[in-house]
């Protein structure tokens, strides 16, 4: 009786050891991004039909580095906006 009465308390005893306070640990988890690319615009120079003057081929080549600068802006927005932490509760 006494020996049962040992292994009971300290098996007791034993197990307020384990239980404590929950811990919480944070672990990343991969999450899909779902930004939508932006469509790519068209660009003026492939628009130009052969043998087209210097003055208006440079004059388009002008206008699609604009365009194409834009275009990479809405880009570099969607990739910030997938790397971007996520923040929750």
């Known amino acids: 009786m006494k020996?049962?009465?040992f292994l009971g308390l300290s098996?007791?005893?034993?197990?307020?050891?384990v239980v404590g306070p929950p811990?919480?640990?944070n672990v990343p988890v991969p999450v899909e991004c779902r930004?939508?690319?932006p469509e790519r615009?068209?660009?003026?120079?492939?628009l130009l039909r052969l043998g087209v003057?210097?003055?208006?081929w440079i004059g388009a080549a002008q206008a699609e580095l604009l365009l194409r600068?834009?275009?990479e802006d809405e880009m570099r927005a969607v990739l910030r906006e997938?790397?971007?932490p996520i923040t929750g509760p």
């Open 3 to 5: 020996r049962t009465a």
């Open 11 to 17: 098996t007791a005893l034993l197990a307020g050891c």
């Open 23 to 25: 811990v919480r640990i």
């Open 35 to 37: 930004a939508n690319e």
């Open 41 to 46: 615009p068209a660009m003026p120079t492939e």
């Open 53 to 56: 003057d210097v003055d208006r």
């Open 69 to 71: 600068e834009g275009y």
């Open 82 to 84: 997938c790397i971007a």
